[in-house]
């Protein structure tokens, strides 16, 4: 029971990391980061059916749907700190790994990547984006963020 309350705490200190990119991103760079409006208004939008929009922006608002995209946020980020357990084992939690942490933020790409920029009507690998380098650029350093934050939190709570 403590190696999941470890995880969580480490999911939620990753996904934390995570937004102070974004943040850093939004504030610093100047370019806006994900709205998570948007992925609330997807996740808000499965039950009727609908997977796929043409462009998730044209799709109508839907009431909750910031809040939506915020719980799973966190709860997608809770759910990925369990990647360095598959990686490494129940070790991770105790002596955190680096190359863990980062691999398991790599492979969360495949999310953005795979499921939901297609879904949002912006292909895959955000193919159908105006600059989709630029796109998968910010996607890979916002998910090298998380890796890093997943290092950073389970090194913190090791102890």
């Given at each position: 029971?403590?190696?999941?309350f470890k995880?969580?705490?480490?999911?939620i200190?990753?996904?934390?990391?995570?937004?102070?990119?974004?943040?850093?991103?939004?504030?610093?760079?100047?370019?806006?980061?994900?709205n998570?409006?948007?992925?609330?208004?997807?996740?808000?939008?499965?039950?009727?059916?609908?997977?796929y929009?043409?462009?998730?922006?044209?799709?109508?608002?839907?009431?909750?749907?910031?809040?939506?995209?915020?719980v799973?946020?966190?709860?997608t980020?809770?759910l990925?700190?369990f990647?360095?357990?598959?990686l490494?084992?129940?070790v991770?939690?105790?002596?955190?790994?680096?190359?863990?942490?980062?691999?398991a933020?790599?492979?969360?790409?495949?999310?953005p990547?795979?499921?939901?920029?297609?879904?949002?009507?912006f292909?895959?690998?955000a193919?159908?984006?105006?600059?989709?380098?630029?796109?998968?650029l910010?996607?890979?350093?916002?998910?090298?963020?998380?890796g890093?934050?997943l290092y950073?939190?389970a090194?913190?709570?090791?102890?």
């Open positions: 029971m403590m190696i999941v995880t969580v705490i480490t999911g200190g990753a996904t934390l990391v995570m937004d102070l990119w974004s943040w850093c991103q939004k504030h610093v760079l100047k370019v806006p980061p994900l998570y409006a948007l992925v609330g208004r997807w996740i808000l939008s499965l039950p009727g059916g609908t997977f929009h043409h462009t998730i922006a044209s799709s109508p608002r839907m009431p909750g749907e910031l809040f939506a995209g915020w799973f946020h966190y709860l980020g809770i990925f700190a990647l360095p357990l598959l490494n084992g129940p991770w939690l105790s002596e955190p790994s680096f190359s863990a942490g980062l691999l933020g790599l492979l969360t790409l495949f999310a990547f795979i499921i939901l920029q297609p879904a949002f009507g292909g895959i690998a193919s159908r984006m105006p600059h989709p380098w630029r796109a998968r910010l996607s890979l350093l916002t998910h090298t963020a998380y890093f934050g950073v939190t090194l913190a709570i090791a102890g």
